[in-house]
């Protein structure tokens, strides 16, 4: 039985999908009506197997995240899989954030991921299995402008309190994973918050990933844990170069200016097959 945060657009409901396709019964929440809605319809045609429940719920809020848990542990009497992958982005520079701004993208991007953690960690040291999943980012090892300083500092942060957790379990039958994508396209991060113009021209010409194939990653590494997945498999090489010239890299990344890709609009499957 798997969580899916942020389950009903994007990555998350590519990891939702995916795990369905497989079997699981999968709950997904999100606090957007609209793709919930969406979302419930699509998830109704699907084919018998894997079956995918949503509900409306605001993760970074403590008391919702901890009640919708509760409701789903009683439902189904247990809890194997956690994938956090819910966001919130304002991509700008930090004076142009306004303080309502900053505070959502920790709570959001880092206090939800704590909150569901800590819930679901007992349920799966009493049910024997349990596999943590939370997506970090490449930006929190390669924090090159132009981007958000506090999103930066929450992949960081979760990153941190992912690794440090592992220490803390281990011995025990739950597993805790990070996996840390570089630019995924097609997705409302870039369709509606994150516009190319603001990403360096570097990025034109590194392979931008698809929701599906974040969602691939999260399967493998439920059949083979593993602490960390970088994806591309190439990300610690640009983590080694930033880390011996950090000055000379952003020198590099900023040459030739703006991209010009319309990261919106890279084309991805669902396990439906309808594009999105």
């Excluded at 142009?96 to 939800?112: K, N, R, Y």
Aim: charge should be positive; include cysteine; charged fraction near 20%.
């Amino acid at each position: 039985m798997c969580l899916v945060t942020g389950g009903a657009q994007g990555i998350g409901w590519a990891i939702a999908t995916a795990l369905a396709d497989r079997g699981a019964i999968v709950h997904a929440c999100d606090i957007s009506g609209e793709h919930l809605e969406r979302a419930t319809s699509l998830a109704a045609l699907r084919p018998p197997g894997g079956a995918i429940h949503l509900s409306r719920c605001d993760a970074a809020v403590r008391e919702q995240s901890q009640e919708w848990i509760a409701g789903v542990h009683r439902r189904e009497g247990r809890v194997d899989v956690l994938v956090n992958n819910c966001a919130y982005v304002r991509w700008t520079d930090l004076e142009s954030m306004s303080w309502d701004e900053i505070e959502q993208t920790v709570q959001v991007g880092l206090l939800a991921t704590v909150y569901a953690t800590k819930a679901v960690v007992p349920l799966m040291r009493a049910g024997g299995y349990g596999h943590i999943i939370a997506m970090g980012s490449a930006i929190s090892r390669v924090p090159i402008p132009p981007s958000s300083a506090a999103y930066a500092a929450v992949k960081a942060g979760v990153e941190a309190f992912i690794r440090v957790l592992q220490a803390e379990l281990t011995g025990t039958p739950v597993h805790t994973t990070l996996i840390r994508p570089v630019t995924v396209g097609g997705t409302d991060f870039f369709r509606r918050h994150v516009p190319s113009r603001v990403m360096p021209r570097i990025t034109d010409f590194l392979p931008t990933l698809t929701p599906s194939q974040v969602a691939g990653s999260v399967i493998r590494v439920l059949e083979r844990p593993r602490p960390v997945v970088d994806i591309p498999a190439y990300l610690p090489l640009l983590y080694g170069l930033y880390g011996c010239a950090p000055t000379v890299f952003r020198r590099l990344t900023a040459v030739g200016g703006a991209a010009r890709k319309d990261f919106g609009a890279v084309p991805w499957h669902q396990g439906d097959g309808t594009p999105r």
